[in-house]
């Protein structure tokens, strides 16, 4: 398409059907019961159709910036068009000698053939960009009509977890849930140990290494000579108590005193007379009696 103006787009088919194209695949589909899938899936569905709208309102802008250029084009056009028949008309004696009104118009026409063609080429391009921009505008309000509805159901899902509902977990349809199956199986024990060994929980345990080295060094022993069942059994349990950590002596408490304020303590408490000043048992009944 040639036209006067160089900054006008090209409205071709393929440009018409691209944008039709875009706009049918902004849909979002709303869950029938969205509290079961959890609150991230209609979190989800909010930002789609915030995304989408603002993807139509993008559309929208550019095919009305793409409608009002065609238009002003279109008015432009019309203007020279009608100025260059009414010069034919004027002075051009071909167009004069016509029989009538009619025959003038088209003699006058067939001399502008050209602007003619670019003339019907842009009403043409108004006419798309105005089936398309129709088409924008009915997009925007479903979209828009989309956002109020899951408004809605944001409403009825706080409505519904107060009267005693939760949030689901139940997986998005089309997608697969984890295999828990398919988790390694590890034993209980085995965590518990684990868990004592980096904690340091069994760090005040004996040795059990030496412990079974030391019993198997006595059971040796023991096995050269003759020696009765319950005296080995009684030589294990004094191997095993001997390497077994015992626990230190529980700390005394102090008094709050230092060494010297002790000493002074105690050198100011009377002693009790030592050597011959000290009386036996008789002599102090004696005393008693007087």
Known sequence: MTTESPTLPEITVDVVESVFRRLSSMEVELDAD??????????????????????????????????????????????????????????????????????????????????????????????????????VKAKRADLKDVQGRIRDQMKLC?????????????PHPGTTAPDLDATPNVDKQTLKDLHEM????????????????????????????PTPIEEVAEAIAETVAEEAPTPDPPAQEGNGMDDEAADEFLSAIDTPATGPDLKNLDDLLKDLDL
């Open 34 to 135: 969205p509290l079961q899938f959890g609150p991230k899936r209609l979190n989800g569905k909010v930002a789609g159709a915030r995304g989408m709208l603002t993807e139509c309102e993008s559309v929208f802008l550019k095919v009305s910036l793409w409608l009002q250029k065609y238009r002003a084009a279109h008015r432009t056009l019309e203007t020279e068009m009608d100025l260059a028949k009414k010069h034919l008309y004027a002075n051009d004696p071909e167009v004069r000698a016509g029989r009538n009104v009619a025959d003038r118009d088209a003699l006058a026409t067939m001399k502008l053939r050209q602007q003619a063609r670019d003339l019907s080429a842009v009403a043409q391009s108004q006419a798309d960009l105005e089936a398309m921009l129709t088409v």
């Open 158 to 170: 706080h409505e519904e977890i107060g009267l005693g509902g939760r949030w689901g977990s139940k």
């Open 198 to 225: 980096f904690t340091g929980d069994r760090a005040s345990e004996p040795d059990l290494a030496a412990v079974v080295e030391t019993v198997d060094e006595t059971i040796e022993e023991v096995g050269e000579t």
